[in-house]
């Protein structure tokens, strides 16, 4: 009974019925272009011309380099499917031009009906270190910085949990809720039951959920049953399996803001393994900050404009849920996102500039390590110009073929000078940088292709002030936990697995 129970389960998984269905298309796919160009040769060498057509668009387009060589290499393996794959499920127009790429961009006057100024103008006196990485993040990201604001670290989940409760209790006006994840457990229903006691009170609450992330996690058509407890809910992206690339461009932020006054972010989402009530790999280290203030006006813009985009709705307008209150802050601050939309990778330029910058040390915490080759270069030539360069990664996987991914960069990172560590306890769900104890940077972004290249992304950049030390002493006693990898290591991998990994390595920004 328990076999078909379970296997009654997995049939009756929207992931798994949509994995079979795109299987399904891409075999149908095969077998048919295989059929009609092996029956007429002008289809056969029309296939092939596209490949041929692709492979030259792609030495010409200005996407990432690892990207349009892991592509290349698939169309000249199979050069009769190749170019229609790419089509398909590639960086092209065919993909782009959907309704989903018409999103809103945010505009700075938007923020003019804040109580204060944003302090982006006087960054030049204020910050001159850091004034080019706060002028890129205000024009690629329209996120002004900040400066009246309080802000509160978190190390773990359950802490962030506990600090929730209390805020979403306060609300008065409304509560923005968009995450990649939800799931039903203590965490979640905790928090559903306290949305729907607002929502009864006549507070806004908004719930806005990535459909592919929580696909597995979640019943069918939850977002109409969050609707008949009074909540306003969009799914973002609905999860249908046909063969296109839109599928990977996934809402993969977290982010909380309640009326506009405070605001949470970082790397948890809303299900029990983040608070470590279900274990999964170990203990699940993660972690958030508290925002609360003029802050979080960059916050409550970026949810509006997906809000907006998704539930196809049009008062963008963001005055009437901007912060009210101004608060003492020892730092400044400016929260931003990242799309895959606009062609610029915001979230990989944003810890480049600060590797570039450090005059002192970088520490990093990723779950995830596939970089590319500009990545690299930073890493290595900073740890050769003697910055203290140090990434901790997970000591228990949550994906065994991204976990080999990541080991494969070890040893070109070592052998530069990088330290690196993994963390003993479990797995490690954070993604942090600190650098100097001037700054530091919490959010959403991991270390790899899918967040600098395909997912909504966001993060809070913290500037002088108390935060980035609290980073650091977070970390260094994440390195208290962790066992640091050195060459000897490298080099007891086998050869299979190390070539296994090394050609895993190569199709990492198709992964």
């Not at 039903?184 to 959920?209: F, P, S």
């Not at 029990?272 to 609360?292: C, H, M, P, Q, S």
């Amino acid at each position: 009974m328990k076999v078909q129970k379970k296997v009654g389960g997995i049939l009756r998984d929207r992931l798994f019925i949509g994995g079979v269905l795109l299987l399904a298309q891409l075999i149908l796919m095969i077998v048919l272009i295989n059929t009609l160009s092996g029956r007429w040769s002008p289809v056969y060498q029309s296939f092939i011309i596209l490949s041929i057509i692709m492979v030259i668009w792609l030495v010409r387009k200005h996407d990432n380099p690892a990207y349009k060589i892991a592509w290349i290499i698939v169309i000249l393996i199979f050069p009769l499917f190749g170019g229609i794959f790419y089509l398909f499920w590639g960086n092209t127009p065919f993909n782009r031009a959907r309704k989903m790429h018409q999103m809103e961009p945010l505009h700075a006057e938007s923020f003019n009906g804040a109580p204060v100024e944003p302090v982006t103008a006087q960054a030049d006196r204020l910050l001159p270190r850091h004034v080019r990485h706060i002028r890129y993040i205000e024009r690629t990201c329209t996120a002004p910085l900040w400066r009246g604001t309080q802000s509160e670290y978190f190390p773990s989940g359950e802490a962030k949990f506990a600090s929730m409760k209390i805020e979403l209790e306060k609300a008065e006006r409304f509560i923005f809720l968009e995450y990649f994840i939800l799931e039903e457990g203590e965490m979640w229903n905790t928090i559903l039951d306290i949305l729907v006691r607002k929502a009864q009170q006549g507070v806004d609450v908004r719930v806005l959920y990535d459909d592919a992330g929580s696909i597995s996690k979640l019943p069918r058509k939850y977002d109409a049953y969050l609707k008949s407890l009074g909540l306003r809910v969009v799914r973002f992206n609905p999860f249908v399996p046909t063969l296109n690339t839109y599928l990977n461009n996934r809402d993969h932020r977290k982010i909380c803001v309640i009326d506009g006054n405070v605001g949470y972010m970082g790397g948890i989402n809303l299900a029990d393994e983040y608070i470590n009530k279900v274990v999964r790999f170990g203990y699940w280290k993660d972690t958030a900050v508290l925002l609360r203030g003029e802050a979080v006006a960059n916050m409550t813009a970026m949810f509006l404009q997906f809000w907006n985009f998704t539930a196809e709705e049009h008062d963008i307008s963001l005055a009437p849920y901007l912060p009210t209150v101004s608060a003492d802050s020892d730092g400044y601050i400016q929260p931003f996102g990242d799309s895959p939309l606009d062609d610029e990778n915001a979230g990989e330029t944003v810890y480049m500039q600060i590797i570039n910058n450090a005059q002192r040390y970088v520490y990093i915490t990723t779950p995830y390590l596939a970089i590319d080759n500009e990545m690299m270069t930073a890493l290595c030539t900073a740890a050769k110009s003697g910055i203290d360069v140090r990434i901790i990664t997970p000591g228990i996987p949550d994906k065994p073929a991204v976990y080999a991914v990541t080991r494969s960069y070890y040893q070109q990172l070592i052998e530069a000078g990088v330290r690196i560590y993994e963390y003993r306890p479990g797995f490690v769900h954070a993604k942090m940088f600190v650098s100097d104890d001037d700054v530091a940077v919490v959010g959403t972004i991991n270390m790899d292709f899918r967040s600098f290249f395909l997912h909504f992304e966001c993060g809070a950049a913290f500037y002088e002030g108390t935060m980035p030390t609290k980073v650091r002493a977070d970390i260094e006693h994440m390195f208290e936990e962790s066992r640091e990898i050195d060459l000897e290591w490298c080099r007891r991998t086998p050869w299979p697995v190390s070539i296994a990994s090394s050609i895993l390595r190569v199709f990492a920004p198709l992964l």
